[in-house]
């Protein structure tokens, strides 16, 4: 099985940057994906990490570490309407397609 | 525009009743997937499906069962069995390599909750 850790909450201010984390457990490893999901909503694929480094989208950034079983999303110059919930997930090894989700942690963007 | 619908958006069990959630993709994916979301959780797998007339047990599918007769259609039932299916039901879909890297797109989801 596999689980993924992220912390609960995060508050950062308008214009600044911030890092979420990821950790995880697996019996095996193909990469990490993030999502965001506003209140009430869908969530939204962002970016995908299968090898470690960091992968550039805009004012997003992932980071994914193998041997340290920890990944990040990072998001620069922070806009209100970031605040959302942020998911890492990682697939699992195997004939299917199954896929777990991380706890998610909520981000509040702050004037 | 392809995407997934979900249908209803909001819907409400009686005791004792099943009640059948739908999904529908016109992305032409191979793979689809049902979660459960509670308030401030994360989202967790009902069941998932790679092609038709084929369908995998998540991590919570008691009291659930689904069907896959079709490419586009992945309906949800919640059975009575199902004591507390208040929650947020997300419907996924996302090509199917199997490597699992390719990313899921979600319909708008549906709230069930017991009258």
């Known amino acids: 099985g596999q689980s993924l850790e992220q912390p609960s909450e995060v508050t950062a201010v308008e214009g600044a940057i911030v890092q979420i984390n990821c950790t995880y457990q697996?019996?095996?490893?193909?990469?990490l994906s993030w999502y965001q999901q506003h209140d009430g909503g869908a969530p939204t694929f962002l970016s995908y990490?299968?090898?470690?480094g960091l992968e550039e989208t805009g004012r997003f950034s992932s980071f994914l570490s193998r041997s340290d079983s920890y990944g990040y999303l990072l998001l620069q110059e922070l806009q209100m309407k970031d605040s959302a919930s942020y998911f890492c997930a990682s697939p699992e090894i195997g004939g299917y397609q199954k896929v777990t989700f991380g706890t998610g942690t909520k981000l509040q963007v702050i004037p | 525009d392809g995407g997934i619908t979900q249908s209803p958006k909001y819907l409400f069990r009686k005791e004792g009743q099943n009640v059948t959630l739908s999904c529908e993709q016109n992305?032409?994916?191979?793979?689809m997937y049902w979660y459960r979301q509670d308030p401030g959780q994360g989202l967790r797998l009902i069941y998932y499906?790679?092609?038709?007339?084929?369908?995998q047990k998540g991590d919570i599918a008691e009291g659930y069962s689904v069907s896959r007769e079709k490419k586009e259609s992945f309906p949800l039932t919640v059975t009575s069995a199902q004591k507390n299916p208040t929650a947020f039901y997300l419907c996924?879909?996302?090509?199917?390599?199997?490597?699992?890297?390719?990313?899921?797109?979600f319909g708008d989801g549906t709230r069930l909750s017991i009258l």
């Open positions: 992305l032409n994916h191979d793979a």
């Open positions: 697996t019996s095996g490893f193909y990469g």
């Open positions: 990490n299968g090898l470690d």
């Open positions: 996924a879909s996302s090509i199917s390599t199997g490597f699992g890297n390719q990313p899921q797109h």
């Open positions: 499906s790679q092609i038709v007339n084929d369908f």
